[in-house]
Every structure is written in structure tokens, then in C-alpha cells.
């Protein structure tokens, strides 16, 4: 039992505090009141969360993916860096914690929630928190709006997946190539193909940017490229064939060494994508149909595949990592946008946006690169994206005395 955590009866108490940053919603704990790495603190973690449990019912779980995570936060102990932040993805259904990843969207949380513990000196206008995310050994700046001493709440930003408006926090992950493979292209392809069991072919693109992902095109294993969480999950036969895609990519990147075990050793890694040209759509609700989605608005569509169910929204490092690849000629997604007609602003290296269809509605995101065709494929000026973040609750979390040990 640690020093900081408190006994009440038959049960421990845990500091903690329950954040939204950005589509996600998580758990946040401090370094200090866990134990080092290792199956304790797995164990401390998903009974914290309430997993195995498709309900999640015995703690602080939402039952979906985006409200299944946690944060872990403390000084740093590099001199480049203010905050250490450890990013967890805890299963719902089965028995699995991955620390393999970082999430942006959680991301956006952790340098309001740090300024606000007093664990960065808060500057006038906007604080700038210099954050390494100890999953991928990365270092990110999230840029943090003020007001009264504190993260300020109130602004003007809107994010699709997200009532109302906030104060815009805007997440630089420039920094941030190669996060898991030391390469851009861990392949050196802009393309490869990949061999299914049932004989057939399928192009993929395989990028590494903030977080490792690999890219197919939609129609290739005959998709729309519009479908919607429930379309996918409800779709067994296709679930698998996309968890053979992912396994398959996970050995293409070396996260495992036998693509039949990557449920085990490479649940999240690689983030997997299917890209499609932009068209209009409905929005994905989880209580209705949801509004037009306008083709319009957007560079591309693209859904996320990750741990066997479809992304709601979109992940915030899978964002940067997407348009690291829309930027690289060759790649899938580069040859997407350049043929659907949206290339026309893009060709340019000062081209400053993409935009991406998800199920929830679009994500505009920084991306303004400054050459090509080097050994990283695209040098970038700034690989950015805005979110929204707000503290919901701070309190104690209590978990059984016999957990402590599990």
C-alpha cells in the first residue's frame, strides 16, 4: 500500500480526477500514487475501470472505447520536458490494458489538468506545457488559453463529437517522426502489398507519426468508406477480415512476430485506417442517424479500426499521423486527396490544412510541410490540431483491498 493512498475499511482510496480532452473522456492519476509498471499496476488500472465488463459496471468506465482510458501524470524527468504522461487504453469486454499508444484527444487534457495541479507555472495569456509522452518517448506542446490563473474553459472552439464550444488548446506534435519505428516510413515504401489468407491482394500505406498507423483503401475490401461504428461492429464477418489486416500490419511493422497472437502482443499497434474519397453523408449518432455530413467540407473520409471496433470519432495522434501520409507522395491517402480535387490547395508545401471525414463529422488539423523527398518523406513546419478539454470531477477512487494484489 502506498503512502498516498488512503484505507477506508475494506477498501483503498485513489486520488484521481476524470478529464475530457477533446472525443475522449478519461481517468486521471498521478505517478506518484500507482505502482511502477508492471502487472500491479495493470491489475490496480482495469479495476479502476470496471474491466472485464462489457458494462464496466464496477467502476469508472464508460462502456465505450473513447471513455476507456486513463491518463498517467507527473513531473518530468527529462530537462526538456514540464509533464511525463503515460497514456492507457483499457479493453471493455476482455482482459487487456495497452500502454503501446498515445491518444491526441486525451493529450488535449493533460496540460489543463498539470497547470491546474500546480504542476506547471502558469503563465499570463497562454501557457505553453512542454509534454513527453512516455508511450512513444515523443515530446508534444500543448498551447493552453488563461483566464483567472487557471485553464481557461470558455472560448469559441468547436470540435464535431462535442456539445457546445471551449477554449481552443492547440496540440504541436511536430516533434514527433517515427514515434515507435524511428522511421517515417518503416518499410521505405510509400506502398506495400499485403497477402490475405483467402489468397487475395490489398494495397496498403504504412506511415509513422506521433503514433504508427497503417492505411487501405475502403473499396478494396468492399466498403463505402461512409460506414458507421454500428455498421462495422454488427459486421462480424468484416471485423475479422479488418483484425487480420491489423494483425498482418502489426508484423509488417515488427510489433509481433506471428500475426495470429497481435490480439495478444499488439492489440492497439498499428492504428489502422480505411480511406475513401470524400462524399456526403449521415453523421454517426449513438442515439439517432445524425446530420449531413457535407463531402464538401472535407479532403478525404477515413475510419479507424482499433481493437476490434470501430473509432466513433477520430483519434487526435491518428489525425497527425493521417496527414503526415496526405502529405507524402505516394502514400494511399496522398493519392486520395489528389483524386478527389482536393490536392488542388494541398501540392503546395504551404498548404496549411487537411480535413477528414469521420463518423461523428470533420477534423480540420494543422499540417504545413516544408519539403518532400527527403529520408523522412515530408519535413513539417507544424503538424498541429485544436481541441477542447475540461476537468469534470476531482475526488478519490476506491478500489477492493485484494486488488491491490491482483
Same mark, same amino acid.
Given at each position: 500500500?502506498?503512502?498516498?493512498?488512503?484505507?477506508?475499511? !475494506?477498501?483503498?482510496?485513489?486520488?484521481?480526477?476524470?478529464?475530457?480532452?477533446?472525443? &475522449? =473522456?478519461?481517468?486521471?492519476?498521478?505517478?506518484?500514487?500507482?505502482?511502477?509498471?508492471?502487472? !500491479?499496476?495493470?491489475?490496480?488500472?482495469?479495476?479502476?475501470?470496471?474491466?472485464?465488463?462489457?458494462?464496466?459496471?464496477?467502476?469508472?468506465?464508460?462502456?465505450?472505447?473513447?471513455?476507456?482510458?486513463?491518463?498517467?501524470?507527473?513531473? &518530468?524527468?527529462?530537462?526538456?520536458?514540464?509533464?511525463? $504522461?503515460?497514456?492507457?487504453?483499457?479493453?471493455?469486454?476482455?482482459?487487456?490494458?495497452?500502454?503501446?499508444?498515445?491518444?491526441?484527444?486525451?493529450?488535449?487534457?493533460?496540460?489543463?489538468?498539470?497547470?491546474?495541479?500546480?504542476?506547471?507555472?502558469?503563465?499570463?495569456?497562454?501557457?505553453?506545457?512542454?509534454?513527453?509522452?512516455?508511450?512513444?518517448?515523443?515530446?508534444?506542446?500543448?498551447?493552453?488559453?488563461?483566464?483567472?490563473?487557471?485553464?481557461?474553459? /470558455?472560448?469559441?472552439?468547436?470540435?464535431?463529437?462535442?456539445?457546445?464550444?471551449?477554449?481552443?488548446?492547440?496540440?504541436?506534435?511536430?516533434?514527433?517522426?517515427?514515434?515507435?519505428?524511428?522511421?517515417? #516510413?518503416?518499410?521505405?515504401?510509400?506502398?506495400?502489398?499485403?497477402? #490475405? !489468407?483467402?489468397?487475395?491482394?490489398i494495397?496498403?500505406? #504504412?506511415c509513422? $507519426?506521433?503514433?504508427?498507423?497503417?492505411?487501405?483503401?475502403?473499396?478494396?475490401?468492399?466498403?463505402? %468508406?461512409?460506414?458507421?461504428?454500428?455498421?462495422?461492429?454488427n459486421?462480424?464477418?468484416?471485423?475479422e477480415?479488418?483484425?487480420?489486416?491489423?494483425? =498482418?500490419?502489426?508484423?509488417?511493422?515488427?510489433?509481433?512476430?506471428?500475426?495470429?497472437?497481435?490480439?495478444?502482443?499488439?492489440?492497439?499497434?498499428?492504428?489502422?485506417?480505411?480511406?475513401?474519397?470524400p462524399?456526403?453523408?449521415?453523421?454517426?449518432?449513438? /442515439?439517432?442517424?445524425?446530420?449531413?455530413?457535407? %463531402?464538401?467540407?472535407?479532403?478525404? =473520409?477515413?475510419?479507424? $479500426?482499433?481493437?476490434? =471496433?470501430?473509432?466513433?470519432?477520430y483519434?487526435?495522434?491518428?489525425?497527425?499521423?493521417?496527414?503526415?501520409?496526405?502529405?507524402?507522395?505516394?502514400?494511399?491517402?496522398?493519392?486520395?486527396?489528389?483524386?478527389? %480535387?482536393?490536392?488542388?490547395?494541398?501540392?503546395?508545401?504551404?498548404a496549411?490544412?487537411?480535413?477528414?471525414?469521420?463518423?461523428?463529422?470533420?477534423?480540420?488539423?494543422?499540417?504545413?510541410?516544408?519539403?518532400?523527398?527527403?529520408?523522412?518523406?515530408?519535413?513539417?513546419?507544424?503538424?498541429?490540431?485544436?481541441?477542447?478539454?475540461?476537468?469534470?470531477?476531482d475526488?478519490?477512487? $476506491?478500489?477492493?483491498?485484494?486488488? !491491490?494484489?491482483?
Amino acid at each position: 500500500m502506498l503512502s498516498s493512498w488512503s484505507r477506508v475499511g !475494506e477498501q483503498i482510496g485513489i486520488r484521481c480526477s476524470i478529464v475530457r480532452g477533446g472525443t &475522449s =473522456k478519461g481517468v486521471f492519476l498521478m505517478e506518484d500514487d500507482l505502482p511502477p509498471p508492471g502487472s !500491479e499496476r495493470d491489475a490496480l488500472v482495469k479495476r479502476i475501470m470496471g474491466t472485464p465488463d462489457p458494462m464496466q459496471i464496477d467502476g469508472l468506465g464508460g462502456t465505450h472505447l473513447i471513455t476507456s482510458k486513463v491518463a498517467v501524470i507527473g513531473k &518530468s524527468k527529462s530537462p526538456d520536458a514540464d509533464i511525463d $504522461y503515460t497514456f492507457a487504453q483499457i479493453d471493455i469486454e476482455r482482459d487487456i490494458i495497452d500502454w503501446e499508444a498515445n491518444c491526441g484527444n486525451i493529450s488535449a487534457g493533460v496540460g489543463p489538468f498539470s497547470i491546474d495541479a500546480d504542476l506547471v507555472a502558469a503563465a499570463d495569456d497562454v501557457t505553453n506545457v512542454r509534454i513527453r509522452n512516455i508511450n512513444t518517448g515523443k515530446n508534444f506542446i500543448a498551447r493552453v488559453p488563461m483566464a483567472e490563473g487557471h485553464a481557461a474553459v /470558455h472560448g469559441d472552439c468547436e470540435i464535431d463529437g462535442v456539445p457546445g464550444t471551449g477554449a481552443e488548446v492547440l496540440l504541436d506534435f511536430v516533434d514527433t517522426p517515427g514515434a515507435k519505428t524511428g522511421k517515417v #516510413l518503416p518499410t521505405g515504401n510509400t506502398k506495400d502489398i499485403m497477402v #490475405l !489468407e483467402d489468397g487475395s491482394e490489398i494495397e496498403v500505406s #504504412l506511415c509513422d $507519426y506521433a503514433n504508427p498507423a497503417l492505411f487501405f483503401r475502403a473499396e478494396d475490401i468492399g466498403m463505402r %468508406g461512409d460506414e458507421g461504428p454500428k455498421d462495422l461492429n454488427n459486421d462480424h464477418e468484416l471485423v475479422e477480415r479488418i483484425a487480420e489486416i491489423h494483425a =498482418k500490419g502489426a508484423q509488417m511493422f515488427g510489433f509481433t512476430d506471428d500475426w495470429r497472437r497481435a490480439d495478444e502482443t499488439s492489440a492497439l499497434l498499428p492504428l489502422t485506417f480505411f480511406v475513401s474519397p470524400p462524399t456526403d453523408y449521415k453523421s454517426y449518432s449513438l /442515439h439517432d442517424a445524425g446530420d449531413i455530413v457535407n %463531402g464538401a467540407d472535407m479532403d478525404f =473520409k477515413s475510419r479507424l $479500426y482499433f481493437m476490434r =471496433k470501430c473509432h466513433e470519432r477520430y483519434p487526435g495522434t491518428g489525425s497527425m499521423v493521417t496527414a503526415a501520409a496526405s502529405r507524402i507522395p505516394g502514400t494511399l491517402v496522398n493519392d486520395i486527396v489528389i483524386a478527389s %480535387g482536393a490536392e488542388h490547395r494541398n501540392r503546395v508545401p504551404t498548404a496549411k490544412h487537411m480535413r477528414v471525414g469521420h463518423p461523428g463529422g470533420t477534423m480540420t488539423v494543422q499540417a504545413i510541410a516544408k519539403s518532400a523527398n527527403n529520408e523522412l518523406g515530408v519535413e513539417f513546419e507544424s503538424l498541429a490540431f485544436p481541441r477542447t478539454a475540461r476537468k469534470i470531477m476531482d475526488g478519490t477512487v $476506491y478500489v477492493p483491498a485484494i486488488a !491491490e494484489c491482483s
